[in-house]
């Protein structure tokens, strides 16, 4: 029996920016393959190109501008009340670039997702895809992580790889990563709304097995 919409997971989304993986895991909820309910869609940038794209799918959206936040502290404290009104089952960071505090990632902890564009642990902070060039590493790719106080250092759930090819720069290889992010994110989230992905003791688990430091890794 489908749970009624009453009863399906509730997910809230934070973005910065474009909002494309926002758009994918929406779109999976809108075509069923997620039995979810997007509770609504947060933007701590006004202008937020994905804002447009989630009121054009009609989706509930809520601004918060940082820089109207006297600290870090407040403008969390201010975010978690902003989310528990939308009463979320899971919150999933798509591009949301704020460093968050522990006091935030405590809260949501078990029940807070991120996507980075990195082989996690490797090239935790910015610019990945130039670093892994100038490394001259042979594989890339994006990680979905459970969120820990440890900045992009929480359990892994899954990762796509790809290799690095001779004729890469650090925009082709985003532009190829970016079509790997909008698999992967809306499978960690249709696990975790299925009861099937969870985090306990920092360690992901996937049906009641603990995942691979790696998370799982999906290789094209
Ligand atoms: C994505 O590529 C995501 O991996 C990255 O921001 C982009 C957001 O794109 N996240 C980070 O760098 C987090 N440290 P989107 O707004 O189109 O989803």
């Known amino acids: 029996m489908q749970a009624s919409e009453a009863e399906k997971p509730r997910i809230v989304i934070l973005i910065s920016g474009n909002g494309s993986n926002m758009q994918a895991i929406a779109e999976a909820v809108h075509n069923k393959e997620i ?11 006004p202008l937020a190109e ?10 509930h959206t809520d601004i918060i501008d940082h820089t109207l936040y006297a600290s870090r502290d407040e403008f969390d404290h201010a975010l978690i009340r902003m989310i528990e009104d939308l009463k979320p089952d899971l919150v999933v960071l798509a591009g949301f670039m704020r460093i968050l505090t522990a006091d935030f990632t405590r809260y949501f902890e078990g029940n807070l997702l991120n996507i980075h564009p990195s082989l996690l642990p490797k090239y935790q902070g910015l610019n990945t895809h130039q670093r892994a060039l100038d490394a001259g590493d042979s594989e890339h790719g994006v990680t979905v992580h459970f969120v820990t ?5 929480g359990p892994n759930a899954i990762q796509a790889i790809l290799p690095i090819l001779d004729i890469d720069n650090a925009k082709a290889l985003q532009q190829r990563i970016q079509v790997q992010e909008h698999i992967i994110y809306p499978i960690a989230v249709k696990w975790f709304c299925e009861g ?8 992901a688990f996937l049906d009641g097995q603990e995942l691979p430091a790696s998370g799982v890794q999906l290789r094209s």
């Open 35 to 45: 039995d979810a309910e997007i509770a609504g869609i947060i933007s701590n940038r």
């Open 50 to 59: 994905g804002l447009t794209k989630a009121q054009a799918m009609g989706l």
């Open 149 to 153: 106080e440890e900045l992009d250092g």
């Open 196 to 203: 099937r992905l969870s985090m306990e003791g920092q360690h």
